[in-house]
């Protein structure tokens, strides 16, 4: 049985869906706060979401995780309503701001995102106060080269993004274009390791509190997949089809092969690793996604499952 105690007054995690990001949302009465903002397919329940938590107060402050676009769907819609001030990592800047859809990963991924302005940026080392409480950024990169997690150590909270899941991390999608991704996701889960936590607030699935089982996990879904980059590069082809399914429910079967080709970070994982021809590569992805229940075949259709 867990001994952690539970969230601090005024902090609230809103679990989602796997199509947008988990928000972590904080009220001290002074000023309130959201942690990443879900995909732009879900903007209106996320408002809703803030709007009713927060008894139609406004929200103050918006920071991002990363920018993948289901992390900050949400942010356009938001600062629309609230006029909120919004901090994304350092590092993605420069590409927010001039919007450059090649570097924001929207384009590469076949994903979409409103463009939202940035006021403001925090980086490794940083100190933010949320919830009245001090939280560290450190850097986390493997599933984004840019990304960042929060530390709370006088709570023992860690808001971990997609760097650490009750069961895994994000795909490592650096390692599908040839660049390191592998070696950085290790030693993000070593640098967690060494923290002191007792809950876990992830970008996806539910907050957990066996933080050292989900370390263990974690390491060897990595062992795995880094010692055949071919794995990691599969993965990401079906985690891809997966979030377009989530998106549009249904999609035409026919058109699953050019629909992963027409995608580019797909096309090129499969050009560096795979090596499929892509009628062969979308018909496997269909497979392990009815497979394991993540999808059905109906009437020359593909649905979500």
């Known amino acids: 049985m867990s001994t952690a105690a539970p969230l601090p007054p005024g902090l609230r995690f809103i679990e989602r869906d796997w199509l947008s990001s988990n928000g972590i949302l904080f009220d001290d009465g002074r000023r309130t706060a959201l942690v990443d903002s879900g995909y732009v397919k879900h903007q209106e329940t996320t408002a809703a979401v803030v709007s009713h938590a927060l008894g139609g107060r406004p929200l103050d ?9 289901d992390h900050c769907g949400g942010n356009a819609l938001l600062q629309h309503r609230h006029g909120c001030r919004t901090l994304v990592p350092a590092a993605s800047a420069a590409a927010a701001r001039d919007w450059n859809d090649e570097a924001l990963t929207f384009t590469a991924t076949g994903q979409r995102c409103e463009r939202f302005a940035v006021h403001g940026t925090y980086d490794d080392g940083d100190t933010l106060e949320l919830g ?14 840019q990304a960042l997690i929060l530390h709370c150590a006088s709570e023992r909270l860690l808001i971990s993004a997609d760097a650490l ?8 999608f650096p390692e599908l274009d040839g660049e390191s991704g592998f070696a950085e996701q290790r030693a993000i889960l ?17 907050m957990f509190t066996d933080v050292a089982g989900a370390l263990e996990r974690a390491r060897a879904r990595l062992a795995h997949l ?5 794995r990691n590069a599969r993965h990401a082809v ?9 998106e549009h429910e249904r999609l035409p079967l026919a058109g699953v092969a050019r629909l992963l080709a027409d995608t580019p970070l797909t096309a090129r994982a499969n050009r560096r690793y795979l090596g499929t021809d892509p009628q062969a590569l979308a018909d496997w992805a269909v497979a392990e996604l009815c497979r394991v229940g993540a999808a059905a075949v109906y009437d020359g259709l593909l649905l979500n499952g």
């Open 165 to 172: 899941w009750e069961n895994g991390f994000g795909v490592i």
């Open 61 to 69: 402050l918006l920071v991002n995780t990363h920018l993948h676009s």
């Open 190 to 206: 070593e640098r967690i390791a060494t923290l002191p936590v007792e809950r876990v607030l992830p970008g996806h699935g539910p």
């Open 132 to 145: 009245g409480l001090q939280w560290q950024a450190i850097s986390a990169p493997g599933h984004d080269p």
């Open 226 to 230: 880094s010692a055949d980059p071919a």
């Open 238 to 246: 079906k985690v891809l089809l997966k979030f377009l399914l989530l």
